[in-house]
């Protein structure tokens, strides 16, 4: 067994921080947390002397076959990408233990999740949608993907009118995914201000009702409000990005924030990948709309998650978890609730809290040690010293010095 003592638990539930604590680590799994815990003489030990204990962060929205470089743009699989190796390692070296993946190349991701999940290759934990549903000539693949044949033809299912959208959803089901994504949007920033095709909301209604047929969660990609209240009215269990650069459907009305307090959904507003995108030329900035937007939510008491779109250019992995933390503060979260939302807010959001995303006794050992307090400056979130995933060490620039 393994003791981290003298911690300042930041425990991802929200509540308040505890000095003083002892964690427990036996195998993958924490079985003591508290303060008047006997420690063995001959236990292995690790006196934190106060520095911050919390529970892994986790990436809510990432494409592993994706690139955060220009030098690789679009989407790959697995063997193409070495494993997704760089990105990966990426996410562990920020304290990244668990990323949703919405949308890379199938059945390559489900099968490497599986193998990482087993433990036999080192990585973050992984959901994954495996492909998404997108409306045929439509966003993104015939837009930022440029109608790739490659991606349209591994990391998406297109739909038209003749499609039997339930036998579509249940080949995802049967594959293996996590959960059902598909997308609300006719944005098409690449030829803006032109509009690229639709699913129509008949469309959306069979998807939403076939995913949760078979026990799936549905994510939702959005690119403005009036999208983000077509999901709402589906039945969206999380809803993907707010305002996106190229969108143009920017009023928050009384009716949607009421919809989306009133109804279990979540918004992973990604504000890093639009605020590092909102520089296109020829097409307005939005990100300040943005952030009044979220500050609404987070003063509305709107459930939010933590995810990022990396796997797109200009959103680093792992690090941008960061980002969109200080970015959730700059909107009106305390840095508790940005860290309880990246932690044990989003494993809700998964479905995944009764195995990780706090530090309890039963939970995963997914753990990080911070060198410097976030509740003081949530930029030292930054500040990783160890990470653990399943109990294991992967990140140590703490025993090491």
């Known amino acids: 067994m393994l003791y981290f003592k003298n911690a300042f638990l930041v425990d991802g539930t929200g509540q308040n921080p505890q000095e003083g604590i002892t964690v427990v680590v036996q195998g993958k799994t924490i079985v003591q947390v508290g303060r008047d815990i006997s420690i063995p003489e001959d236990a292995q030990v690790i006196d934190l002397k106060g520095k911050p204990l919390l529970p892994g962060f986790s990436d809510a929205h990432t494409h592993l076959g994706g690139s955060d470089s220009l030098d690789r743009p679009g989407l790959s699989g697995r063997f193409a990408s070495y494993d997704y190796a760089q990105n990966r390692e990426a996410a562990l070296e920020w304290g990244v233990t668990a990323v949703r993946s919405a949308g890379d190349f199938t059945p390559e991701i489900l099968e490497f999740r599986d193998e990482v999940n087993e433990g036999k290759i080192r990585s973050p934990r992984i959901l994954a949608c495996g492909r998404f549903i997108q409306a045929q000539n439509g966003h993104p693949g015939c837009t930022v993907f440029s109608a790739d044949q490659n991606i349209l033809d591994n990391a998406m299912v297109l739909v038209n009118e003749q499609t039997d959208i339930e036998t579509e959803v249940k080949k995802l089901v049967d594959a293996g995914v996590d959960l059902i994504k598909t997308v609300i949007s006719d944005d098409n920033k690449m030829d803006y201000p032109n509009s690229a095709p639709r699913l129509s909301n008949e469309q959306l209604r069979r998807i939403a009702d076939a995913a949760h047929k078979y026990g799936k969660r549905l994510m939702v990609h959005v690119d403005d409000l009036k999208d983000m209240a077509d999901a709402v009215a589906i039945g969206a269990d999380t809803i993907e990005h707010t305002i996106d650069v190229g969108s143009s459907n920017h009023e928050l009305t009384d009716e949607l924030l009421k919809a989306l307090t009133s109804r279990d959904v979540w918004v992973v507003p990604s504000m890093i990948a639009t605020k590092n995108h909102d520089v296109m030329p020829g097409i307005p900035p939005v990100y300040a709309i943005l952030e009044e937007v979220v500050r609404e939510f987070v003063q509305a008491g709107v459930k939010i998650g ?59 050992a997914d753990l990080v040690v911070l060198g410097s307090n976030p509740l003081q400056d949530i930029k030292n979130t930054r500040d990783i010293k160890m990470v653990l995933r399943d109990g294991r060490i992967m990140v140590d620039k703490l025993l090491s010095n």
């Open 306 to 364: 933590v995810g990022c779109d990396s796997g797109i250019p200009f959103v680093p992995y792992g690090e941008c978890v960061h980002l969109e933390m200080e970015l959730l503060t700059h909107a009106g979260m305390s840095p508790l609730a940005a860290i309880t939302a990246a932690t044990g807010g989003n494993a809700k959001m998964f479905g995944q809290e009764h195995i990780f995303g706090t530090v309890e006794p039963g939970k995963a």
